[in-house]
């Protein structure tokens, strides 16, 4: 088993940058997901690892073999794509075995490799089914064995679950990270949906507009966001815009603010909704306490979005949870909102 390493990988389509010096190191057996929204070039990346697309500049290495310039089949990587790419004609098992047959491995081989592999993703018992037979989730299994059949060293899962319906898709995550863990195989997968990235990886990749934004774990993206980017599309957050000195920091709309940081000038305060506290008087012991009016509240089952108006430039959003007790405001009521220092900030 090996990793991989990409070193400064750009890829232009003419004048048009979709990837820029994108250098990542992805460990032996673990989990990498590349997230970010339509366009950010986190396909393209998953491809010039395949070697679908090749690098415009910068070098792609697998385990110790510089791979940049070597074709997809001489690569020990195991694709599945989002359409799963079987073929109508084939039965199940030709299907897997197709991908042997591609590598090259010797026929006496073939069918126990294909059995093996069928196996893994329990699905030998369909071997001479044709992929009409099969449901969304098990055409997207076969999929997976023929990935997995010659035993790649890097299994790459372009939107594996992005075809199937809300329920089979929260199985198939776990049955994939399961079987992942079990083969202790690197595999690095594509997706711009959040929850289905923080679920299942070990690291992320937050990208947008071909660069990486942010590599960390699921704490260190939530938690720590090195950027506005990030604070927004890994989870939610209200921005307070504004001037920061010291330890102050005051908003646009003249609120001051304690915050935990050392910034001066220009500077964006991002809060996450569920570390933002309501209450309808002033909180003792707490340094930020702000006056605001609710504008508007949202339900979403278990939890309630109120929206706060702060004053005509500043505004947030705090979550509650809905339980029995739970006081929920009324749009128009008057309610102060506090929140601890710690919450993240960035300069802009
Ligand atoms: P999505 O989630 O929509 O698949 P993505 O993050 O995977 O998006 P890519 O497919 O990597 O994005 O594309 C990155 C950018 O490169 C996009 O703006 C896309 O239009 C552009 N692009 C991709 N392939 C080509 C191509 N063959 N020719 C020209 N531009 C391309």
Redesign the pocket.
Known sequence: MTGVQLESVC?F??D?R??EDVNLTIANGEFLVLL??????????L?MVAGF?EPTRGSIRIGNVDVTHLPPWKRSTGLVFQSYALFPHLTVHQNVAFGLEMRKVPKSEISEKVMTALQMVRLDHLGERYPRQLSGGQQQRVALARALAFRPDVLLLD?PLSNLDAKLRHEVRVEIRNLQQRLGITTVM?T?DQEEALTMADRLVV?NE?RIQQVGSQRDLYDRPQSQFVASFVGRSSFLNGRAGGARFVTAGGLPVVIDSRLEGEAVIALRPERITLANAPLADTPNNLPGEVEFVSYMGNLIDVHVRLNQHDHVIAQIVNRDDTNVPAVKDRVFVSWAPSSSVFAK
């Open positions: 890829k389509y003419g048009f979709a990837t970010g929204p339509s366009g950010c070039g986190k396909t393209t990346t491809r697309v939107e594509v711009h990208m071909g």
